[in-house]
């Protein structure tokens, strides 16, 4: 996997938002590539439809993650080796909502974003939604092992899987 822009950034961080095009991810990813191109620049894996952020935020460095929904259930984050033998280890590697299958980056974090994977149970759902985001789930847990971080949108979304907020 190449990069869409060739620039040197800074901050080696990179921020992994490859799920996020729409409502909140995007507005977080956004923000993130906004204060980053002002700051040094950083590294970002990102979804097709946000290939537009590329010439707003030159500063920064973006790698498309083009993966097909049957891709995302075996070879979810292949890409990752690829952006590694290119930039090597970052310092920093946030997932947003995108479950870790091994450690990467001097420290993991994962953010969840959406906590239904792991705590729907009272909610109606389509069979095929309640498969998905059980599958989800159990990708979620088991990637707790390979991070170092461990965020959510707020203390209770951490406390519906079983890691409690620190303040």
């Not at 891709?71 to 920093?92: H, S, T, W």
């Not at 389509?126 to 789930?137: D, E, H, N, T, Y």
């Not at 990637?143 to 965020?151: C, M």
Request: include cysteine; charged fraction near 15%.
């Amino acid at each position: 996997m190449s990069a869409l822009s060739s620039v040197q950034v800074q901050n080696r961080y990179l921020f992994n938002f490859a799920a996020s095009y729409s409502t909140g991810g995007y507005k977080r990813l956004y923000e993130y590539a906004r204060w980053f191109n002002r700051n040094g620049g950083a590294w970002f894996v990102i979804h097709p439809r946000c290939t537009h952020l590329v010439t707003e935020f030159p500063s920064n460095r973006f790698y498309i993650a083009k993966q097909s929904r049957i891709e995302r259930l075996y070879n979810d984050c292949a890409y990752l080796k690829a952006i590694e033998q290119e930039i090597g280890q970052p310092e920093l590697y946030y997932s947003y909502g995108i479950p870790l299958y091994f450690h990467f980056g001097n420290v993991s974090w994962f953010h969840l974003s959406n906590v239904l994977p792991l705590g729907g149970k009272a909610i109606s759902l389509s069979p095929f939604a309640r498969l998905k985001f059980s599958f989800l789930g159990m990708q979620i847990r088991s990637g707790f092992a390979y991070a170092d971080v461990i965020s959510a949108e707020s203390a209770s979304s951490l406390r519906i899987f079983g890691v409690g907020a620190q303040e």
